[in-house]
């Protein structure tokens, strides 16, 4: 198989996993959100690793050509996004989805549900919810 | 090298939620360990395919290797889908989105 077909396979299994699951990820705001946060540093790390030449990729199994030998691929173009093949698009999306949705599936399941994330440092909501618990200033 | 310290970026750009924004995705590490036993094989699995049929190869790296897949390979594995799981906890710290493993 080429690096085009297990990509697309790959995206399909994780949001395959999520339904299977009842997790419905791909149907949530915190998602997406989360997601296009994750697609922004993917393209900058990547951007390293391909243009750099550190990872290189076989022309007959993307949809563009050979990384060249020597110097960068084309940094928008010819099947590729920053440097990348488009294909890591969709094995991000894949890793991204397929892991988050084993981490709300233990949740959901009782392993380590809590302490519940937030808040953030600096905001105030903790500092409200102790100071109306009775008893308190 | 660059691989190493792009892994190291990755970790860092990501880790400080934590702190900052209360993830607590490290403190429930059991969870999160229960995560990267179900990811890893699967991706390990690709890479080695991937590897294997000349898919991609790779240039700088530290040398050490599990069988074909480099370190940094693995790494890579367990940097990224908890900067994904970080990334996703720090949004619900935020913005209180329900994401499916709330008590009904």
Redesign the interface.
């Known amino acids: 198989m080429?690096?085009t077909q297990?990509a697309v396979l790959?995206a399909g299994l994780a949001v395959l996993l999520d339904v299977i699951l009842?997790?419905?990820?791909v149907t949530?705001?915190?998602?997406w959100?989360?997601?296009a946060?994750?697609v922004f540093?993917q393209l900058i790390?990547n951007g390293?690793?391909t243009g750099?030449?550190?990872?290189?990729?076989?022309g007959d199994?993307?949809i563009g050509s050979s990384s060249p030998e020597t110097g960068r691929p084309a940094f928008v173009g010819d099947g590729r996004l920053a440097y990348a093949p488009v294909e890591d698009l969709l094995f991000?999306f894949a890793?991204?989805l397929?892991?988050?949705t084993?981490?709300?599936?233990?949740?959901?399941r009782g392993?380590?549900?809590e302490?519940?994330?937030?808040?953030?440092?600096?905001s105030r909501r903790r500092v409200a919810a102790v100071s109306d618990e009775p008893g308190r200033p | 090298m660059i691989y190493l310290w792009v892994l190291a970026g990755i970790f860092v750009a990501s880790a400080w939620l934590e702190v900052v924004v209360r993830t607590r995705v490290f403190r429930r590490w059991r969870r999160l360990l229960l995560t990267l036993a179900g990811t890893l094989p699967p991706l390990l699995l690709w890479d080695w395919y991937a590897i294997r049929a000349g898919h991609w190869h790779f240039h700088d790296l530290t040398g050490v290797m599990l069988g074909v897949v480099p370190l940094e390979e693995l790494l890579f594995f367990v940097v990224v889908p908890i900067a994904g799981i970080l990334s996703l906890e720090a949004v619900r710290a935020v913005r209180g989105w329900p994401t499916g493993d709330e008590l009904r």
């Open positions: 080429t690096y297990i790959a009842r997790t419905r990820l949530r705001r915190v998602f959100v989360s997601y946060i994750i540093f790390s390293l690793l750099s030449g550190v990872v290189q990729y076989d199994v993307i991000g890793m991204i397929w892991s988050q084993l981490w709300v599936y233990w949740g959901r392993v380590d549900r302490p519940h994330s937030g808040p953030p440092r600096w």
